[in-house]
């Protein structure tokens, strides 16, 4: 880790879903900056894994383990975070994803396809899958901020960062419940910014473009590095020509978070390479 610079030395900052490789990068740019560290993860292992990376590098960092859809969860989270660093400054709601039963098998619908058995069409999405991935991502960012933002009440220098996806600008074919989740985030980002400004918390989002996770590698590549269909067609449409890198995320984070944004709330940054902007032609 490189020096701290200290700016945000003395605050507390909560990371959903810390646990992951992205939000594993964003804690530690914040760590870098000289901010305390709560790594919330549903796996408490993975949470403590990243935590204790952070306190080689000379961090104060903690793993707590949290349900970002259970409120009982997160309060006792909020209790182990405030007894072992303090009240918290900036929450990083990270925790999101998605789930077989709410993709489609196919970008388009053609004619045979409903005669196929086998083949899951729109109208076989399972109403449970399209409930899973919209609570994890708006649910999921709704309870950590009722949780964690009551202690930024009073508190100068407070910010909330939700995640999006440049899903919600332009939805990707085959994932609806994963884009309509995304594009919920914005919306309550905008929302959250308006209700908070009179207390001085600002909330913006982060919308990562396409980054390799090991959520979506198969999806993207094949077992010798070669893109598959699907990864030629986004690196395509990418005008930078590649995927993101976590890194990619950190300066706007900090740029977020920071003083230099004082006067900044309420907005979603694509961090995409371009994807947002291009029209394929």
Not at 162 to 172: C, E, G, Q, R, Y
Not at 196 to 217: D, H, W, Y
Not at 226 to 249: S, Y
Not at 253 to 275: A, C, K, M, R
């Amino acid at each position: 880790m490189n020096k701290p610079t200290q700016s945000l030395k003395g605050k507390v900052a909560v990371v959903t879903g810390g646990g992951g490789v992205l939000c594993g990068v964003l804690a530690k740019a914040l760590a870098s900056e000289g901010a305390m560290i709560a790594i919330l993860d549903l796996n408490l292992e993975k949470a403590e894994e990243v935590a204790e990376s952070l306190r080689n590098e000379g961090a104060n960092a903690i793993g707590v383990k949290a349900n970002v859809l259970q409120k009982e969860s997160l309060l006792a989270a909020h209790s182990e975070v405030n007894e072992k660093l303090g009240t918290c400054d900036i929450l990083i709601n990270g925790a999101g994803g998605n789930h077989p039963m709410g993709t489609t098998a196919k970008p388009f619908l053609e004619e045979g396809d409903l005669d196929q058995e086998d083949l899951k069409t729109f109208f076989d999405l399972d109403p449970e899958g399209i409930k899973f991935v919209f609570d994890l991502n708006f649910i999921g960012s709704l309870l950590p901020t009722q949780v964690f933002a009551r202690d930024m009440v009073g508190k100068p220098g407070c910010s909330v960062i939700n995640v999006s996806s440049m899903n919600a600008f332009t939805p990707l074919t085959k994932i609806p419940a994963y884009s309509g989740a995304k594009a919920a985030i914005s919306n309550f980002t905008q929302w959250l910014a308006v209700h908070f400004s009179k207390m001085g918390i600002r909330v913006n989002a982060l919308a990562p473009g396409f980054f390799l996770t090991e959520q979506n590698r198969t999806l993207l590549t094949n077992e010798d590095g070669t893109l598959t269909a699907r990864g030629n067609q986004v690196i395509d449409h990418t005008p930078l020509g590649r995927f993101g890198k976590p890194e990619d995320l950190n300066t706007t984070l900090l740029w977020l978070v920071g003083e230099g944004s004082s006067f900044v709330t309420g907005i979603v940054v694509p961090i995409d390479g371009g994807f947002s902007a291009y029209s394929g032609v």
